[in-house]
């Protein structure tokens, strides 16, 4: 029984994007931003009961890493966009689907405009339905995930599944999805879901090689040994040391799997965060603590490289959020 519906829509304008971190109800995000072009991003969320449905669009170029809800299964597509998105370092093609298992990490990566949408639902709602559609359950991931195979046309109609839904509970604002039509609602999207991957079988799954997966690990593990270095200038020779890789052989699968070198992999990555420390500055926040914190040592260049990529000063980004607090 359905007990409550709720739809909500935000748009994300300018540098917003990079505090949008609840973009999956349960998982949690951090974007990134590429380009000193301001940005534009649009996220709606229907929540049905247990069902949800959520998408994103951007238009500009992006990174948002996390992690999936730890309770539920996840459901992904790219809508738009999929010739220039990575998922995990791998691209992405337009007949797959994604299916997460619960709390899987995630790296979305886009070189341009794009969109998503994401379906969410307990599992065992899920099997109760494929049961009956397929008479056993679904052979589902339980950690990590499955890029999977599925007709043209199925995809096309999970997309038109999902916008109309949008359309329909944006247009019954405020007021809201009656409880009727709510259940009819996540029945016929849990039902359309089932069936589609009822129809893959799970047998289509697309190949991943063990080397993609290896390089993906590889990134993470260099970020995180990357940010215990925050305080120091970033040593990649000391990362392909520790990592045990060579710093070729780290340069090119960055190339191969992100589309840059690590170098601007680390200092995006470290100029996003300073950009967040400075749009939400605490109390007596500088310019120099900032830099600091994420492990800039020469002001100048941090300013130089912070512009750069933003398209203004640190300090300007400081004065305008410390003008509004």
Known sequence: MIHSSFYERHTYSGFEPAQAFDVVYGGHFEHRLLSPRRATMDHQRLTIGNVRIETGQYDFPVIAQGAMPKDCVCIGMVAEGWGITRYNTQAIDEGEIQVYGPGVELLYHAGGASRWINFTVAQADLQS??????????????????????????????????????????????EGIGTRLAHEMARSLVTAYADSLCAADLDKRSSRTQAADRHYHLILACERLMQTQLMTEVDLTEIARRSGYSLRSIEHIFKQRVGMTPGRWFANMRLNGALRDLIAPVAGCSVTDVATRWGFRHLSRFASQYRGTFGELPSQTLARAQARM
């Open 129 to 174: 339905v494929a049961a009956e559609r397929l008479g056993r359950p679904l052979d589902l991931p339980v950690r990590g995930l499955a890029s999977i195979r599925i007709a043209a046309q199925r995809r096309v109609y999970l997309r038109t599944l999902v916008d109309d839904a949008m359309a329909l509970a944006r247009s019954l604002q405020p």
